[in-house]
């Protein structure tokens, strides 16, 4: 992957024009804000979660909403032949490598139903199994705090699954419980759906994987399963993952998407890529740095971050950057310094051809006279 320090021609004439530029920037933000407010409010009237929530270990606290959301760590098939066969990306509900254009083309030959839409929120069931339904909802929702003992980062299930796991095209969980088990290449195994949601505890959360007979195990699978009511087991509907991204037009520039992350990302992910906070909770996620997801997530793959970003960001503006853009910003976001991959062979390098051989993965190059893949 390229990692020039000069914008080309077409970049640079962006710049000539100072007061263009900052005008335009402004309207941009405006409507991002304008955006993520209506994106708030439709959470708000489609779920209405109770005043308290009951924790994993039986004490109650004040249930939080999902504001806002961003990547982290969700699994998508990666784009390169060499990434396909490491199939490193990591949110339960990945794809299994169709593209776009694959899908609608499955879609008219009637070989994929053509969408799906969960039940609604007020369709939760009574008794004890809708308690703890509301109990994986609140745990996706705020996984950082009722799921603490577990979680090693800032990050929270919803923060790539949108809409509490409702979006299609942003990996719904849905379609993660149509889709296990299944054989993975990056165990080299046929996982359950409990092993799946374990593996995003250790590479998107940087944490650990609960037992699988763990109430938050149990909690979020019964969220999932519900959610996938009245959906067809073992097929693959539209929208269960991220739109695969043809190949870039030209190759991903780390330097071009620090561009497009100043003028689209930084307003809520701000400069530094660290989110923001409020009080307890984590409004916008950290894209990179210790509070971030690990080397061995699956959206630490370019390929990856660019689908979900394309499809997804910024918030509430899905496919309003072009594809390229998208790439350029990918490689800007995964060419940061994050915690180790769980993976580790003992040394970077030994690490990097194990597991991140292929051109999709930053870990083991040199970015700004440093290796990236040294956090501990």
């Given amino acids: 992957m390229t990692e020039r320090t000069q914008h080309d021609a077409s970049d640079a004439g962006r710049f000539q024009w100072p007061g263009v530029a900052v005008f335009a920037g402004g309207v941009a933000a405006l409507l991002l804000i304008i955006s993520i407010g209506a994106n708030i409010v439709f959470q708000q009237r489609h779920r209405d979660p109770p005043a308290r929530v009951e924790t994993p270990t039986g004490a109650t606290r004040p249930a939080s909403r999902d504001v806002a959301a961003a990547p982290p760590a969700p699994e998508h098939p990666a784009q390169t032949p060499a990434a396909a066969a490491s199939d490193a990306a990591e949110s339960p509900a990945a794809a299994p490598g169709a593209s776009a254009v694959d899908l609608a083309a499955a879609v008219a030959a009637g070989d994929m139903p053509q969408s799906f839409s969960p039940p609604t929120e007020d369709a939760m069931p009574d008794g004890e199994f ?24 800032d990050l929270s299930c919803g923060n790539c699954h949108l809409d509490a796991g409702r979006k299609a095209d942003s990996a719904p969980m849905w379609a993660a419980f149509l889709r296990y088990p299944a054989y993975r290449n990056k165990t080299g ?19 650990k994987a609960p037992p699988a007979d763990d109430p938050v195990m149990t909690a979020l699978q019964s969220y999932m399963f519900w959610l996938a009511k009245g959906a067809p087991v073992g097929t693959e509907v539209a929208g269960g993952g991220y739109p695969a991204l043809p ?55 370019i390929s990856t971050a660019a689908a979900f970003i394309h499809a997804n960001m910024p918030l509430g503006l899905g496919q309003s950057l072009t594809e390229q853009q998208a790439w350029d910003v990918a490689a800007f976001i995964n060419s940061h310094e994050r915690p180790q991959d769980p993976r580790f062979e003992g040394s970077v390098e030994a690490t990097r051809r194990a597991f991140h051989a292929d051109d999709d993965s930053m870990y083991g190059k040199t970015v700004d006279g440093r290796i990236l893949g040294g956090m501990r």
Avoid: K
């Avoid at 809708?130 to 979680?151: H, K, P, S």
């Avoid at 906070?277 to 959206?299: D, E, H, I, K, Y």
């Fill in 189 to 207: 195994q046929v996982d359950t759906l409990a092993a799946r949601i374990q593996g995003c505890f250790v590479y998107s959360m940087n944490g």
């Fill in 247 to 301: 190949p870039a037009a030209r190759t991903p520039d780390r330097t071009r998407g620090q561009v497009v992350y100043r003028e689209h990302c930084a307003l809520c992910h701000g400069d530094d890529g660290q989110g923001q906070r409020s009080a307890n909770t984590q409004v916008f996620p950290p894209l990179w740095g210790p509070r971030s997801f690990n080397w061995g997530a699956g959206m630490h793959r």
């Fill in 130 to 153: 809708g308690r703890v339904v509301r109990r994986g909802e609140q745990i996706f929702l705020d996984t950082a705090n009722l799921a603490t003992r577990y979680v090693g980062n």
